[in-house]
């Protein structure tokens, strides 16, 4: 017998039953209700990531808010209680960046001349441009969280939570200032973290450069090969592998089809890692003698351009020097040494006594005086440049290709770390910064992250967890302006003063003051932002006046001192901050693992020698049709105001 054919309900209007059903919950306040109906019920802690509100809410924040909410109304069915604070980002580049665009403030230069408080009061306007358009989306997606009350991070309780949380790694020996290599962007004028480099890699083709080192006593030269070219006028230094075999090849004829500028003469000698000849050498050759890196060592070089580096009293400049992490992976197994532009070169560098001085300023310019057809050019425009330099040094007239020094070209396709707001290529650049030492932890981190419950669990023991065991001294300083700035006060002899709340600011400030140090007046409601707090002059121990260091924080450190600054921690709020530290739930997209969920896990088990969160659900990114990370930066973002 067939079954009868049910009839039609009628037409369904789903956004009809939406809106109704909104409106209905909004007119019985049902979200307030759900807290007040479970107010005896255990407490389930949520932590909301603080969305930037000087930019419009995304299709990534629709998927996360919805997962989100989808655990927390599940709580609040189990009977829990569950508060969910609302939260604000409003400090950091993102902000600079979008007042300088609108402003035509796009260099440090324009902003100062502009003046810094105009341009931080601009700022401070700035990061409520789109809190309504954030708002509507909140309520539209019936996304339940208090927007009333909510933590913001440039209020000056926040900003002095986060300056005591400061304070407690400089008195626990966590914060030093160093001067080392760092990813730097030339276009905003300021250093990067590790955790904020990890999230602007790009795949890029870019040309590498097989070069020759002319001994000074021998016609032999040695063959290295950088990805970097821009690097080259600022070379001291060549590393070779102690232990790794290197050969000395003579070549006998010249290659057939040669593809690109470079080359070498018929009998011309080129010292390398035996491994790897077959791999570079497009000529024939004939191995003469094998021998270890080590007989290489203390070996003499001319400069590629004498004229940019100062030897300065230097008895190792340009010479050939043992380095144990050389390999023969790729390349020729001879590393070129600059010492400004790389973590190993600097580190090898200072280990070896090779001068220290930079070719680029941090325009990312070369400076006056590398080579005529270099100074005054960005470095990423000059690869060619400097190919067709290398390429007439040494030849007949100076125009012998085959004699030059130059061996081979070849376009490498590789991922290279870009701007996380700007997308402008990074440089690796010597630097003073403030370091909070965070491998001084990683055991604590390692052990705390095995107690999170991570959803999917491969993030955390994977992702998350390799992260941690990789872990990098976190460059916690900014050059910039609109920022929580770093407390930190030191005199010309390098004695350091870190203050941790406006109590003791205005305690040091008193006591300059009664030294004779002209101070401004330092109220109780103090602005805690640049330029207010630079105007302070502190006294040191030994009677000298000492300067704040005029450096702000990087952002992602405010947010990782959510759990706590947001209830103003340890100054208000103390039962309150008990009852919800570490947080039971935090949620956002896996690319977090690099930021917020480190930040946070960084900052509590530093300050706190806790886990800051018990249960992260890790979100996997939205793509676009192309399978790419939708982004601002890329125009292939979804408005969710289209579906």
């Not at 590393?239 to 070549?251: H, K, N, Q, T």
């Not at 070209?409 to 402008?424: N, S």
């Not at 609109?482 to 305690?507: F, H, R």
Request: with cysteine; net charge negative; aromatic share 12%.
């Amino acid at each position: 017998m067939a079954m009868a054919r049910p009839k039609a309900a009628g037409e369904l209007d789903a956004v009809a039953l939406e809106t109704a059903l909104l409106e209905a919950w909004k007119s019985e306040n049902a979200f307030q209700q759900s807290i007040e109906t479970n107010r005896n019920g255990a407490p389930f802690i949520f932590l909301e990531g603080p969305p930037t509100a000087n930019g419009k809410p995304g299709i990534h924040h629709v998927v996360a808010r919805a997962y989100k909410d989808l655990v927390c109304r599940w709580k609040t069915m189990e009977g829990f209680r569950v508060e969910r604070k609302g939260g604000w980002d409003t400090h950091g580049l993102p902000v600079e960046i979008e007042v300088g665009k609108r402003m035509n403030l796009m260099s440090k230069e324009a902003i100062e001349a502009f003046g810094m408080e105009n341009f931080n009061q601009a700022c401070r306007e700035s990061v409520w441009t789109y809190e309504t358009a954030w708002r509507e989306m909140t309520e539209r997606m019936a996304y339940w969280v208090d927007l009333d009350n909510p933590y913001v991070t440039l209020e000056n309780n926040y900003v002095e939570s986060c300056w005591w949380a400061m304070k407690q790694m400089f008195d626990k020996g966590l914060l030093y200032r160093g001067y080392k290599v760092l990813p730097y962007c030339p276009q905003t004028g300021t250093s990067y973290s590790s955790h904020e480099v990890a999230q602007g890699y790009k795949e890029v083709e870019e040309p590498s450069v097989y070069v020759k080192f002319k001994l000074i006593d021998d016609s032999a030269s040695i063959l290295a090969w950088t990805t970097t070219p821009w690097t080259l006028p600022g070379n001291v230094g060549l590393a070779v592998g102690p232990e790794v075999i290197y050969v000395r090849a003579r070549i006998t004829e010249q290659a057939e089809n040669w593809v690109g500028q470079g080359g070498a003469a018929v009998g011309e000698e080129i010292i390398l890692a035996k491994d790897l000849m077959k791999d570079v050498l497009r000529h024939n050759v004939e191995i003469i003698e094998e021998f270890p890196g080590s007989s290489l060592v203390g070996r003499a070089y001319e400069s590629l351009f004498p004229d940019a580096v100062p030897r300065g009293d230097s008895d190792t400049a340009w010479t050939v020097l043992e380095a144990d992490w050389v390999t023969t992976t790729d390349g020729t197994g001879v590393v070129h040494t600059a010492v400004m532009y790389g973590e190993d070169d600097y580190n090898l560098g200072m280990a070896a006594g090779l001068p220290a001085h930079h070719t680029v300023g941090m325009d990312g310019a070369f400076l006056t005086g590398t080579h005529p057809k270099l100074d005054g050019r960005y470095v990423k425009e000059c690869d060619q440049t400097i190919i067709e330099l290398l390429c007439a040094s040494g030849g007949s007239n100076g125009k012998g290709p085959e004699s030059g020094l130059l061996y081979r070209e070849k376009a490498y396709l590789h991922d290279y770390p870009h701007c996380w707001r700007t997308d402008h290529p990074l440089l690796y650049y010597a630097m003073d910064s403030w370091f909070v030492r965070m491998t001084a932890v990683k055991e604590r981190l390692l052990e705390f992250n095995s107690e999170v419950e991570w959803a999917p669990d491969w993030v955390g023991e994977g992702r998350f967890g390799e992260w941690l065991r990789n872990v990098k001294d976190w460059a916690i300083s900014r050059e910039r302006y609109w920022g929580t700035p770093l407390p930190v006060w030191c005199d010309d002899e390098g004695n350091m003063k870190c203050i941790g709340s406006i109590a003791e600011l205005q305690q040091e400030v008193a006591k300059a003051v009664a030294a004779g140090i002209e101070n401004p007046e330092c109220p109780d409601d103090v602005d805690l932002h640049r330029p207010i707090v630079d105007g302070f002059t502190l006294l040191s121990d030994d009677g000298k006046p000492m300067h704040r260091e005029p450096f702000v924080m990087d952002c992602w450190f405010d947010s990782g001192c959510a759990p706590f600054a947001q209830w103003h921690h340890p100054f208000d709020g103390g039962e309150t901050f008990d009852a919800s530290f570490p947080v039971d739930y935090i949620c956002e997209g896996v690319d977090q693992t690099r930021g917020w969920f480190y930040t946070l896990l960084a900052v509590s088990t530093t300050v706190f020698d806790k886990p800051a969160y018990k249960r992260c659900l890790s979100l996997g990114l939205i793509l676009d049709a192309e399978g790419k990370k939708m982004s601002k930066s890329r125009g292939n973002i979804v408005d969710p105001w289209d579906h």
